[in-house]
């Protein structure tokens, strides 16, 4: 044979620890940056990724999977997405280009961590194939969203929320750095490949693709499964790193990591992909609920992956559930009221039919955020616009960064979890959010979110247009609207009389 | 609400005032470093946690300074896709190489003993390059402009490049001479040879110099065009001199990597030097790597030459020195 199988040669690609003499193992990795608990560098050499690939293969396949995605957006020029679609369709994008092309850029540097300063040798060679994929999804989610700028100036946000203080670019940014940036290595492997890759990403990347092939948005859909194929190759550097930390005694340590980061990425979909999913994604083109997608990719991904790791599920298990069922309802309510700060223009998603479909994957969806809706739309349809916009500013979650919010109905239940910690008073959405606080105070303290920056006068006026330009907003255009300019409540009229 | 009407802007608002109409490079890689903007809390967590006080004290308050690192652009411009394109087009060249060379019986072709220097002087590359790779990633983490993290995001990825080629030459050629211990001797040699001492001694030190500017000065301004020098063109003219043509045509295809990292280095160099008061600072590091350096490079010249080359490399490290000062 005149080219050696990758499998003859591949071992000695990740033969590269070895026995450091001008310094010592812990300078060379410190445990800071590197997370190896004290674990050295010999028991880290079994580390073996289950998804090997080698570099002339690496940019083989990239290349030809870029083609392919820019052949297809080429393509489909023509199409004219943004001028066909439905409203709610163009807001998804606007949401997920800001919420996602920094964030996975910034991840080039979390894979950087591990390439540099994993005691594994495998995980340094995968982690360098990571970095390489997040530039991809950095640039390959910059470049498709920016030949709509000149059509609309909130899809500048895909290159600017991340530079903003706007709140779910804080809570994007806030939850991306305490599992990415802002950790060692090994915390990488497990808070981002692990917790966060597996699952979350392919509910966003995969789950998201099938709502966007069927929305018509070929474009769209074709780059977000190919940047999908990547994350569940680089994914699988996590798994690994928990086996190795539970045969070396750590599995309470591992655990702890598991369960912080689920909870943090579990809050953040709530308040991005949930609205998405169930209210913005035109009735017709949903493919499952939001539900249904956590059920099937998350839940019972975690589910399996935990127990054959020898993990638990996080303690937090029954409560995750039923948040499942209630909590983007929420959120997605806040998210609406509060349009006016968001870079995207919410859509209601609450037409006769779309409620109809609500309360069947949601069964008693009508009598909570139901009766809720029924004011809103009241309000609209007699033209009290006043009434459906707010003036003040949320109690916002010191972890999550996102308001607090209960479910409405018979059980009003909102309820802040407060912690003093070095005479400062923190407040929580959740029981697990203050947990993971306790976990790690020095990670989070002092720390504000916006509301605090706000009482500590950070934003200038006091009031909710001060805010807005603390955001970074720049123009009118770029404030949030109601995606369908409330033409949703017209259709709501009948039914809304014969109730009257 | 006292917001103006504006209307939509033909690409970022950050590249709007650019004179020119932004190219690719220019829309997918400026500004994209969100940790450089409040020096407070790079990372959106407590100001005094861990990772922030480490980018406070690494990053920001490092003595090499410039107002406008942003400004900074790769000489060849290159995105993640260009990348691959071109790479690929490498591979390619190489895998024919291989498949060729070994069609052709090449390793039974050499000199006798070329195959014993290979494994004491070629195979324990991999634990260089692997050095250099993870250095790599240890400045992109750190730069403070996504245009230098990614031309050092290519460099950890070519340096891997030069680690897998190792790799399976160590390999192949371990088929053809069971045993000289190709693919069993090299931690051992890296670790404890004479002749690999010095390099081991610079990458150990250099991976644990944290200060970013001194982590880029020492790696791309030094080591980097050390290894050039005294490392693969040295191997290359030794091949030739052992009848092996494979190893200096694959090292060509290295080299052209390396002299692109040369081009973004010299770049930033020049860059970082448009602030009179980095002068200084980048000598300072010139000063405490290079000596360092010239002993690695000596130690692996006189394993692989034996002694008296040592003052030809010396000549031409003078040109080297010559042609960073022209940065």
New interface residues.
């Given amino acids: 044979m005149a080219i050696h199988p990758r499998k003859n040669w591949y071992e000695l690609t990740r033969t590269t620890n070895w026995t450091p003499s001008y310094v010592t193992e812990e300078e060379l990795f410190p445990e800071q940056m590197s997370g190896h608990m004290g674990i050295p560098l010999q028991n880290w050499e079994g580390y073996d990724e289950p998804y090997k690939t080698s570099y002339p293969e690496y940019v083989s396949i990239q290349r030809e999977k870029d083609s392919g995605a820019y052949s297809v957006k080429a393509a489909l020029e023509r199409a004219k997405i943004y001028e066909n679609s439905d409203p709610g369709w163009i807001s998804i994008l606007k949401a997920h280009y800001g919420a996602i092309a920094l964030g996975e850029y910034a991840a080039v540097t979390g894979e950087g961590r591990m390439a540099r300063f994993s005691k594994a040798p495998g995980n340094r060679n995968m982690a360098t194939f990571g970095m390489m994929d997040e530039l991809r999804h950095g640039q390959i989610q910059l470049f498709f969203p920016h030949e709509y700028c000149k059509k609309d100036r909130q899809f500048d946000w895909a290159w600017r929320a991340y530079h903003s203080n706007e709140w779910a670019a804080i809570a994007a940014k806030h939850f991306f750095d305490d599992i990415i940036t802002g950790r060692d290595a090994i915390s990488v492997a497990i808070m981002l490949t692990f917790s966060f890759e597996t699952g979350f990403t392919n509910m966003q990347f995969l789950g998201l693709a099938a709502d966007a092939a069927d929305a018509g948005d070929y474009t769209f859909a074709n780059l977000i499964s190919s940047i999908q194929t990547d994350e569940s190759r680089h994914a699988q550097q996590g798994g690994p790193a928990l086996k190795i930390l539970i045969e070396n005694g750590k599995k309470k340590e591992a655990q702890q990591k598991v369960d912080i980061a689920i909870w943090r990425a579990w809050r953040l979909f709530a308040v991005l992909t949930g609205p998405i999913m169930d209210y913005y994604t035109p009735l017709e083109h949903r493919k499952q609920s939001f539900k249904e997608f956590m059920y099937e990719w998350i839940v019972g991904q975690f589910e399996r992956a935990l127990i054959d790791l020898g993990l638990e599920k996080p303690w937090y298990w029954e409560t995750f559930l039923k948040d499942i069922d209630e909590l983007h309802h929420s959120y997605h309510m806040g998210v609406w009221y509060w349009r006016s700060t968001a870079w995207w223009n919410p859509a209601a998603g609450v037409t006769p039919e779309e409620r109809e479909w609500l309360e069947e994957k949601y069964p008693g969806w009508n009598s909570h955020w139901g009766e809720c809706w029924d004011v809103i739309t009241d309000n609209v349809i007699n033209d009290r616009m006043e009434l459906v916009s707010p003036e003040t500013l949320p109690t916002v979650c010191n972890m999550s960064q996102i308001p607090l919010v209960g479910i409405p109905g018979d059980n009003w239940d909102v309820k802040v979890y407060s912690l003093e910690h070095n005479d400062r008073l923190y407040h929580f959405g959740s029981e697990v959010d203050r947990w993971v606080f306790e976990q790690e105070p020095e990670q989070y303290q002092n720390h504000l979110n916006f509301v605090d920056r706000f009482l500590a006068g950070h934003i200038q006026p006091m009031d909710l247009d001060g805010a807005l330009h603390y955001m970074g907003f720049q123009s009118v255009e770029e404030l949030g609207k109601d995606a369908h300019d409330f033409a949703w409540a017209e259709k709501c009229k009948p039914s809304n009389t014969k109730s009257a | 609400?006292?917001?103006?009407?504006?209307k939509?802007?033909?690409?970022?608002?950050?590249l709007a005032e650019m004179r020119k109409k932004p190219s690719?490079y220019d829309?997918?890689?400026r500004?994209?470093h969100?940790?450089t903007?409040n020096p407070d809390?790079p990372?959106?967590?407590?100001?005094?946690?861990?990772?922030?006080l480490?980018y406070k004290q690494y990053r920001n308050a490092s003595p090499l300074q410039h107002d406008d690192w942003d400004a900074f652009t790769d000489p060849d411009q290159l995105?993640?896709?260009t990348?691959?394109?071109m790479?690929?087009g490498q591979?390619?060249h190489?895998?024919s190489l291989?498949?060729?060379f070994?069609?052709r019986e090449h390793d039974l072709m050499i000199n006798e003993g070329w195959q014993n220097k290979q494994a004491q002087c070629y195979a324990p590359l991999?634990?260089l390059f692997?050095c250099l790779?993870?250095?790599s990633?240890?400045v992109?983490?750190m730069a403070p402009a996504?245009t230098i993290?990614?031309c050092c995001?290519l460099q950890?990825?070519d340096s891997?490049?030069w680690?897998?080629h190792t790799?399976?030459r160590?390999?192949?050629l371990g088929l053809t001479y069971p045993s000289v211990g190709f693919?069993e001797n090299?931690?051992q040699l890296?670790?404890q040879e004479a002749g690999w001492q010095g390099l081991?001694?610079l990458m150990?030190?250099q991976?644990?110099a944290f200060d970013w500017g001194e982590a880029f000065v020492s790696l791309n301004l030094v080591i980097k065009p050390t290894i050039m020098e005294s490392v693969l063109k040295p191997l290359q003219a030794m091949a030739h001199e052992n009848n092996d043509t494979l190893l200096p045509l694959l090292i060509d295809s290295q080299l052209k990597d390396a002299e692109r990292h040369n081009r973004w280095a010299k770049e930033l160099a020049k860059q970082a030097l448009s602030n009179a008061e980095n002068n200084d600072v980048i000598q300072a590091w010139l000063d405490k790597w290079q000596p360092l350096a010239d002993q690695a490079a000596q130690g692996y010249l006189s394993m692989l030459m034996g002694p008296d080359y040592s003052r030809a490399y010396l000549d031409n490290n003078t040109t080297l020195q010559a042609h960073l000062a022209v940065a």
């Avoid at chain 2, 990372?43 to 922030?52: A, F, I, K, V, Y």
Wanted: hydrophobic fraction near 30%.
């Fill in positions: 609400m006292s917001f103006e009407s504006k939509p802007l033909r690409t970022w608002s950050h690719e829309i997918v890689s500004k994209l969100y940790s903007n809390a990372w959106e967590l407590s100001p005094d946690c861990p990772m922030n480490w995105v993640y896709r990348y691959n394109m790479q690929d591979e390619t190489v895998q291989f498949d060729q070994n069609e991999r634990y692997h790779q993870i250095s990633a240890y992109q983490q996504s993290s990614n995001i950890t990825a891997l490049r680690v897998t790799a399976y160590t390999y192949e693919g090299e931690r890296w670790e081991r001694e150990e030190k991976l644990c």
